[in-house]
């Protein structure tokens, strides 16, 4: 009686090692391929957040017969807190369960406190709202910078301004700025020549505290907190993604978004010249960008 015996042959150690090496090697080549297509859809939904804004503030000057101001305040409190654009739009960008829980034609931000704090007698003002978010920025929900408000990636450009001091009511020479009231007949520049909104990003290690949705917090350690919701566009912050700490920036790789008073989207690189970005951020200057800036 014969028997056949075989012999099961297993993977050499070298030939183990070759296929991890082969492996890895693959990986190291899907792995960029997969950041560039997650980028280009974050880069989507971030300009898709932008337009629906607005449209939102368009919805709203339909409504109100002006743009929303960056913050609204009363006659005599110009440093005390006051609900931002994003509240005031909340209600024309899907979200008019969260206005009518804030109520802000009713309630005061903060509660009339100075600063405002978040409370449990005025929810809603640290909830995430991810149209308010860019997600390439990967901030935490509340603002640890800005009294833990509820983190926003989009601040209101106020203008083309450079001055060292904050005044009431300042007309910065945009669209949205202290209780402004500008309407679209306002715009003599046009709109697609026009912004309103510019992206900013959470960094702490750069000094860059994005901002809030909620509104401006008021008076806060000697310095009115006006960059909770909206900046100026002087010889610094005009560098997209430059060092200052309020410069209009994005973790979009070469530049940042902004959007028009038209609705439309752009991306600004990184090195795009300061003297267009001031241009644009005016409503009635009469310098005129060519498009292919």
């Known amino acids: 009686m014969s028997s056949c015996r075989r012999t ?14 082969i492996i890895a090697i693959l990986i190291g080549l899907l792995l960029p391929a997969v950041q560039k297509i997650r980028e280009a859809a974050n880069r989507m939904k971030c300009a898709n957040n932008l337009h629906q804004m607005v449209l939102g503030l368009h919805n709203y000057h339909d409504t109100n017969g002006s743009f929303p101001p960056a913050y609204q305040t009363g006659p005599g409190t110009s440093f005390q807190p006051g609900w931002g654009w994003s509240t005031w739009i909340l209600q024309f960008v899907e979200q008019d369960n969260k206005y009518r829980q804030l109520d802000p034609d009713h309630v005061l931000f903060g509660l009339g406190s100075d600063p405002a704090l978040p409370t449990p007698a005025q929810p809603g003002t640290q909830d995430k709202l991810s149209i308010f978010r860019c997600p390439s920025d990967p901030a935490p929900d509340q603002n640890s910078q800005r009294q833990n408000f509820a983190m926003s990636n989009y601040r209101a450009v106020a203008g083309p301004i450079t001055y060292p001091y904050f005044f009431e009511n300042q007309d910065m020479g945009g669209v949205m700025f202290e209780n402004s009231a500008i309407r679209l007949t306002d715009i003599t520049d046009g709109t697609s020549q026009t912004l309103c909104v510019g992206e900013c990003i959470f960094d702490l290690k750069t000094g860059k505290r994005a901002c809030i949705w909620p509104g401006m917090h008021g008076l806060d350690g000697g310095s009115v907190w006006i960059s909770d919701v909206m900046w100026w566009v002087d010889e610094a912050t005009a560098q997209v993604n430059g060092t200052a700490p309020q410069a209009f920036s994005s973790r979009h790789p070469g530049g940042a978004m902004f959007a028009f008073c038209d ?4 991306f600004f690189r990184t090195g795009t010249d300061p003297n267009i970005v001031r241009w644009l951020a005016g409503r009635a200057d009469g310098v005129i960008v060519p498009p292919n800036f």
Do not use: D, N
């Open 8 to 21: 099961r042959r297993g993977f050499t150690l070298i030939e183990l090692l070759v296929v991890i090496a």
């Open 263 to 266: 609705g439309s989207v752009r």
